[in-house]
T-cell receptor, first 113, second 112 residues
């Protein structure tokens, strides 16, 4: 079974530029999550989708971050414009409805200069 | 809101030593509790879980017991190996479609 796929693995941009991250969850997983992990901290939830609807986006900085999940499968997370404090690893995870276990991708590491 | 507190690291042990990583939580309702592990160069993966009070999760020689009275879920292993070197994250998931909340992780290094 294929795992959660994310791209790109690494991205370096300058502040005020934009960046987009892509995630393909495990087939059949209705729930998709984007987490931000700053160095030395645990993952922090940015947004949770169930199918193509948003369940929780309370911690998403909506003035600069946006996310969509078209057709309830792939998802894209965008940052525009980026700030220095956005430097982090962006983790995508998926799960089946009703289970607690999250399956994570390897993450996309963003450096903002 | 929900929160998870882990013992601060890093933790360095010799091979075959006993491991305890403390984890306490604050949550409304009755969450499920998890330990995830991140090996060097890999993504986070589930190590073990417990879904109700007094449940014991176990995997790969690791164990943790859901203690509702002390709101804790401490991770233990009787004899660690070099291959256990990793970052360990305690997490909770609220009931129904609740979100998962993670601790800040504890880095374990096991020396031969």
């Amino acid at each position: 079974e294929a795992g959660v796929a994310q791209s790109p693995r690494y991205k370096i941009i300058e502040k005020r530029q934009s960046v987009a991250f892509w995630c393909n969850p495990i087939s059949g997983h209705a729930t998709l999550y984007w987490y931000q992990q700053i160095l030395g901290q645990g993952p922090k939830l940015l947004i949770q989708f169930q199918n193509n609807g948003v369940v929780d986006d309370s911690q998403l900085p909506k003035d600069r971050f946006s996310a969509e999940r078209l057709k309830g499968v792939d998802s894209t997370l965008k940052i525009q414009p980026a700030k220095l404090e956005d430097s982090a690893v962006y983790l995508c995870a998926s799960s089946q409805v009703g289970t607690g276990e999250l399956f994570f991708g390897e993450g996309s590491r963003l450096t903002v200069l | 809101g929900d929160s998870v507190t882990q013992m601060e690291g890093p933790v360095t042990l010799s091979e075959e030593a006993f491991l305890t990583i403390n984890c306490t939580y604050t949550a409304t309702g009755y969450p499920s509790l998890f330990w995830y592990v991140q090996y060097p160069g890999e993504g986070l993966q589930l190590l073990l879980k417990a879904t109700k009070a007094d449940d014991k999760g176990s995997n790969k020689g690791f164990e943790a017991t859901y203690r509702k009275e002390t709101t804790s879920f401490h991770l233990e292993k009787g004899s660690v190996q070099v291959t256990d070197s990793a970052v360990y994250f305690c997490a909770l998931k609220g009931p129904n479609a609740g979100k998962s909340t993670f601790g800040d992780g504890t880095t374990l290094t096991v020396k031969p």
